[in-house]
């Protein structure tokens, strides 16, 4: 009966819930940071990522600007041309290539993210996309060519809503945490691949017994190439459909009413199941979306320009992974995953055998500096406390959330009602 | 397959529905086992039959409230009867070479060696309430780390010593994100993963290029015992890695150290309830950190184990996944020692198993290499009901509260 | 600013704290405070709700560190910054939560930080031996193999006294110990606290509970928004006194009642059985209606069931037996989307977990159970939320920002009244209060009581569950007693404290017997 906030230390109850949720973490990140959080974030790990290069004897400034010719940005530059602007675009091609699908997967993660779900299960439930994708792809259907391209895109994206549906429905009604039970899918999609395109596997390809590779998309299901050429590896139209799966992510989210249980349960499950929202069918629904997004990455990649699955690549392209940092570096927000999509593209792009010059610097090495500089990323973005605690002092704001449990706010005296 | 009471007895052995269902996955077992050599019973039908009891043991167990020992019971039956059927349509000769006991039970024991590291790192850490998702990636450090020290300083001694204090590293950081810092543990030891297959294969590939390891690599000496006339299981034992003989022994210390000393208990408070546990004087802080870097010195053993003493060699993708089955075997024994080593015979079983079915049909070789994930997701969806983590598992510590 | 008697005697003070200021950023929790512990005395520290009782001695037990002010123990100064410090200054406390680990057993708690040690290992037959031996001495009974969670909440209490003693404390701090316990066990504690005092214990004694502190303290500090205000014996005290020192001014004002007749039934419990959650039943077979126009309360001690049956009838727990209607609408095993479309509202007693997402806006708080009316093609407009909370801000003058202001920002009060909102705003036919006013300041209190009387007046059916004997008076019709799941009686408002009492701890009032 006071207005002095009562911090009992031995008080129970406040302490596990409130406020600890990944969700509210990352919204308070949102009102502290604004942009310049996340641009603090990336550049603080590239700087050890090229402490790591000059750690084993070469050069990170002319590492990087090959990754950044590689990756095909400094078309951007206005005073780059000639020669060196053709390169720069079919590399540019080639990350945007990678940016569509990074984006979606990045999606697939940050909507899980935000109702307080890991969804580490992006690889697998891309893979699972990518097998129906090439199965409807390459089968023979009579359907004109724009028929069976929406046919295998919506196979692959119910598919990829089945494999994230699993852990969803496992954690509704048995509690299994979605982060073991998706590493688990992970590896058992990887593994039915395996059999399903490997020597004697039921979708091995027709002419070629010796290979385990997939029959090829036919040439009708294809989609369309519109910048570069198709014989190259240019830009298919698939960027477009990340681009609006942006505004249906950020319309889901933000003003309809699944996204708004979404954040509910994201924040505080006690209090969303209180005033009668399902969480279960929640972290289902949640969980099939983000599938469903990765199943569609999986399928931009099959018929815009990978055209078969051959064992071997599928465990070499971990674009799942990636989705991750995205959706952390991004801070689950529509631009930001974009943004942060793009920045990754560049990074797998320009890293790539393709375009890497391995003069300056061996691509196999790259692509594993990619995973370090991936994983510094989302290391720095979850340590948050002290990223915030800097910020403040910083910044001088101590208004917030003064150091910990969420009691209630203000300490204001009342005015009697 | 009467209903079960508690008063009803088998014999002299009083039956309760946790008895029912274990003893139903002990039938199942025996209607697979029946079908193999030495025994090789050639029709499925007595199989099929024993599954059939075993299924209806375990849904009497499942009424009876016993849901886990009961959906155990179910599930191997399913699977045993499967495989029975299976093994009765295959060649005699075909069976006789997959199903050699001796050479099984060897394969299992070694595959189950990295998980018992793995896993006890993670019960050492998780007992004390810190998530260690990293332990693939401390299983990655410490294999690549003691290949390399290996190869350097020419003594596999050396080379352990250093896998180890690369699964430290990586762990210590680990615990500033996850005490310090009090980040979602989670994600935090996902990021680790990324960075540690990052260095490893970075560094792999800087230094070994496309060669790989070299084949001189030092290894850790097998141990001879004269067991070999002793049944099928003098025989596994008879020629085996130090480091399994390792990781059996971990498995004593580690149940010694945590729940019979006074460090254990310290440990074990810290776990479930760290504020009572500073209230008596414990300090939640250090007691954590010492977890955490331990768990990553038992799981980078683990990797040492798998590069220098089993592949002999080390190459980028060799861990795949076998952090997240030590986990999932951790939460399938029940952050018990006793539990863990139970669970990763088990998944060892069945990656001994997947091994020498290529002989049998390479199709179905590979799709059983899937089994260890999904039984790892069956045993988490059904038993999570059941289980129950250390209470403050995963909830980072905060010692003002505000 | 304590004020202490001039016969102080020759008696050392066992513990002294001069000018303790603690503050957790723009909050004072302790301002300069100053406190004299005698040797052998009781000395209760009493206060409302965040008058910084706990808080001070969190600080003397080095959980928390001082800002100001200085601590001393047997005359002498003394840095203390951990338990370790205070255990060996001979200070032990008891928390009002207990800080004990459950699936531990009684002897592996009580040696806990100081373990007996055989050839490396734990010695546990020691350790067993250990607590046998303080049982005795002390006269505190505990069963060292039984697992904490097996125990008794009284017995638990016990084990942490006797823990605290075992570190060889002589100077005990309890927080708030009555909190948890029936009247049978407060006696025995009583008994024992006056043994350890005869023998030399210096103890301190936290409470907001009048009687208590003039029943069983020797001296009585009080402290009232973060000071001390005064201390005095408590010989010669009354509970006038004590509570015009605690508030501030002359005691809380009681809203005005109307007499009104009820109408109709609306919520009608029947033969209810609730299991919680360890699958043991918490509620075993309650009856109970309330009628349109009338607030019934439920009243007892907690965990006597009152959670699982505010659970049940909310929809948040399946009822294992006997049936709810609301309006004549059968709602048992309900989920609570269900229970509130047939009209049951729930102003939970945790805000912070169930009644509000803190990181939600006010609009969105309020529209936490309707935010799918009004949308058209699955579309929501948060400038149709934004409307409707502002009419509820204005109606229920909620203050401390707009309607997007993160619910967090505000205060107590407001928060409340946000809760209080949205269940009114949503008409229910019952309204479902559990502990309405817990942790509010006198203003909000008054707020939600005239909310509630008004309710009632309109026609409403109210249940309030509370553990404030002072708000059942003044806000019920009729008084239903709750004890271990079975309503043992049902008394008019007026009824007098021990009739209460006695049935909240298990007695009949005719026969007097507990």
Redesign the interface.
Known sequence: MSTVPDPQPGSAPEEKGAGATVAARISDQLAVGGVLLPVVTTLFAFLIGGLVVLATGKNPFSTYQAIFEGSGLNWLLPWVGGADRDIAAINLQQTLLITGPLILLGFAVAFAFRTGLFNIGGQGQYIAGSVVAVWIGSSDMGVPGWLQIVLAMLGAAIAGGVWGGIAGLLRATTGANEVITTIMLNYTALWVSFYLFGLGGPLQNDSQPDIPVSNDVVPEARLPVFWGDPELQGLHIGIFFALVAAVFFWLLLNRSTKGFEARAVGFNPDAARASGIHVGRTYVFVMATCGLLAGLAGSLDILGWQFRIATNDIQAFELGFLGIAVALLGRNTAIGTCLAGLLFGALVSGTSVRNLDPAVFEPALASNLTGIIQGLVVLFVVADVMVIAVWKRLSGRGRRRAGGAGTAGNAEPEPAA | MSAVSGMASVGRVRMTPERLGWGGGIVALLAFVLTLPPIAVRTPVPSILLALVAAGMGVAAIRAEARRPGWTAVVAAVLCGVLAWAATTAELGQLEVVASWGALTAAMLRFATPLIFAGLGGLVSERAGVVN?ALEGMLIMGAFFAAFGADKTGSWVLGILIGVLAGAALAT?HAI?SVS????Q???G??????????A???Y??IYGAEGTPDDLPQVPEISLPTESLGFIGRAIANQNLLVWGGLLAVVVVW?VVF???L???L??VG??P????????NVIRMRYGAVITSGALAALGGAFLSIGFVHSFSE?MIA?RG?IA??AL?FGRWTPGGLLLATLLFGFSSALAQRLPEFS??AA??F??LP??L??IA???L??RSRPP?ADG??Y?R??? | MGTTPPDAGAAELALELRGITKRFGPVVANDGIDLQLRRGEIHALLGENGAGKSTLMNVVYGMLSADEGEILVGGRRVEITSPRDAMAHGIGMVFQHFMLIPVMTAAENLVLGDEPRRRGLLDRRAARRRVRELSERFGLDVDPDARVEELSVGQQQRLEILRALDRGADILVLDEPTAVLTAQETADLFRVLRELRDRGTSIVFISHKLHEVLEIADRVTVLRRGRSVETLDTAGADEATLARLMVGRDVVLRVEKEPREPEAPILEVSGLHVEDDRGLEAVKGIDLTVRGGEIVAVAGIDGNGQAELIEAITGLRAPSAGTITVAGRDITGADPREARAAGVGHIAQDRHRQGLVLDFSISENLALDRYREGTTATLMSPRRLDEAARRLIDEFDIRGGDCRTPCRSLSGGNQQKVVVAREIAGDPQVLVAAQPTRGLDVGAIEFVHRRLLAEREAGRAILLVSLELEEVRALADRVLVIYEGRIVGEVPPTASDEELGLLMTGGTPSTGAS
């Open positions: 998702i950081i994100w810092l009090r980040a979602d989670i994600v935090s996902t990021a680790l993963n990324f960075i540690a297959a990052g260095i294969g970075y560094l590939v800087d010694l019979r000393t006074p254990g208990l310290r074990r408070s479930e309830n504020r009572a546990a500073e209230t008596v004087g414990v993708d996944g997240f986990l999932a939460i390479p199709q590979t799709l290499q899937a994930y999904v790892t997701l988490v969806a059904g999570v009901g209470a909830v980072p905060q003002e509260a505000g």
